[in-house]
């Protein structure tokens, strides 16, 4: 795996703070931070709002942050805090790192390939526990699925790890699940336990002799011309 230097980001020092003072970073297209970690006070600062936004796309992105005293500071995004309506960044978290030191990470999870006809594959977590280099993170973890039958469970211990990947979970942890796909009388049983649950009863049909006409009052020829 190639070495990864980071990302180059301008780090401005943040001397604000509150909600107001973050009102106006954002306003002003910033994103505020901050950095900790090494025993370090916690550093904050605001990044640029458009490569931020780009880079914290994938997840435990390296980051060379360049600082306004002209030094830098490696760093691996930890936390990213986004409004949920306005679908915004309002908050971002940097661990410092060194280049050669391991760190345990959470990477995502993705499935390959195609399992067996009539089955549905299901990932366990969508994340799993690694250690690795600081500048050899792996963007993900993928789990071939071709031609498995209902039944198979892959294992942490199963995965193809990228080299310099450790596995920071039990071997035996399972991550992704494959099973029969349920039929249409399995849809049916589960929906009428739901609605047993939920206290839904369902109108008994009405018989046939019920939805006739009835007889005319007097029987048949009891009306008179």
């Known amino acids: 795996m190639a070495q990864n230097t980071g990302t180059q980001l301008n780090a401005a020092t943040r001397t604000e703070f509150g909600k107001g003072a973050a009102r106006r970073v954002r306003r002003a297209h910033q994103i505020p931070a901050v950095v ?3 025993g370090q006070d916690p550093l904050h600062v605001t990044l640029p709002g458009h490569e931020t936004m780009l880079l914290v796309k994938n997840p435990n992105a390296l980051v060379d942050l ?6 830098s500071q490696l760093a691996v995004v930890k936390a990213v805090q986004v409004d949920p309506v306005r679908r915004e960044i309002e908050h ?7 280049r050669g030191e391991r760190i345990e990470v959470q990477v ?4 390959t390939g195609e399992a067996a ?10 994340t799993l526990a690694v250690t690795a280099e600081a500048t050899d993170l792996p963007e993900a973890v993928e ?14 211990g199963q995965l193809s790890l990228p080299q310099g990947v450790e596995l920071a979970v039990d071997a035996e942890t399972a991550v992704v699940n494959v099973s029969a796909a349920p ?7 589960e929906l ?4 047993a649950e939920a206290g839904i009863e369902k109108d008994a049909p009405e018989s046939e002799s019920a939805e006739g006409d009835a007889a005319p009052e007097g029987g048949e020829g009891s009306s008179q011309e």
Do not use: F, K, N, W
Not at 117 to 126: A, I, M, R
Not at 143 to 156: C, F, N, R, S
Not at 192 to 195: N, S, Y
């Open 183 to 189: 039929t249409a009388e399995d849809l049916e049983a």
């Open 66 to 71: 360049q600082l306004a005293d002209g030094g």
């Open 92 to 98: 971002v978290d940097l661990v410092v790192v060194r």
């Open 192 to 195: 009428a336990e739901a609605e």
């Open 143 to 156: 789990v071939d699925v071709e031609g498995l039958t209902a039944g198979t469970i892959v294992t942490a």
């Open 36 to 38: 900790y970690g090494h």
């Open 108 to 111: 995502p999870v993705r499935t």
């Open 117 to 126: 006809p009539q089955t549905v594959v299901s990932v366990e977590s969508g």
